[in-house]
């Protein structure tokens, strides 16, 4: 009985510290309103900082978006415990008149992450 309260013991404590040693994604916003932006006058890109406030290394995967006239630009290297980054989300609006609402899907080692962009292209 003793030896099995101790291996439960040791498995629970493993498990603890697993579950507490990973990289941890937090962004400062997940939302960035352009307002109102002109057809013609060319590309707008917004940033979306973020931090590793988890303990081991942050890699982002990928960065995808609901269309083709939404660009993201995520950091290549992983981002150490305590690091801040960047995500830069680049919007095209021209052929693009009238209000735009998009999502970019983040895929971390830490989960998936949801940002959104949003304005009114006046033509």
């Keep these: 009985?003793?030896?099995?309260?101790?291996?439960?013991?040791?498995i629970f404590s493993t498990l603890t510290i697993c579950a507490t040693n990973k990289a941890e994604i937090t962004f400062v916003a997940t939302t960035y309103d352009f307002g109102n932006i002109k057809e013609n006058g060319g590309n707008v890109s917004?940033?979306?900082?973020f931090e590793n406030s988890g303990s081991?290394?942050?890699?982002?995967?990928?960065?995808?978006?609901?269309?083709?006239c939404t660009k993201p630009e995520y950091p290549k290297k992983p981002i150490k415990k305590g690091e801040r980054a960047k995500i830069k989300v680049t919007y095209l609006?021209?052929?693009?008149p009238g209000a735009f609402d998009k999502t970019i899907m983040i895929k971390t080692n830490a989960g998936t992450k949801y940002l959104r962009i949003k304005g009114y292209v006046i033509p």
């Design 1 to 10: 009985m003793k030896r099995l309260i101790i291996i439960l013991l040791t």
């Design 46 to 49: 917004c940033y979306f900082e």
């Design 56 to 68: 081991q290394p942050l890699i982002v995967i990928s960065a995808k978006t609901s269309c083709g």
């Design 93 to 96: 609006p021209k052929g693009r």
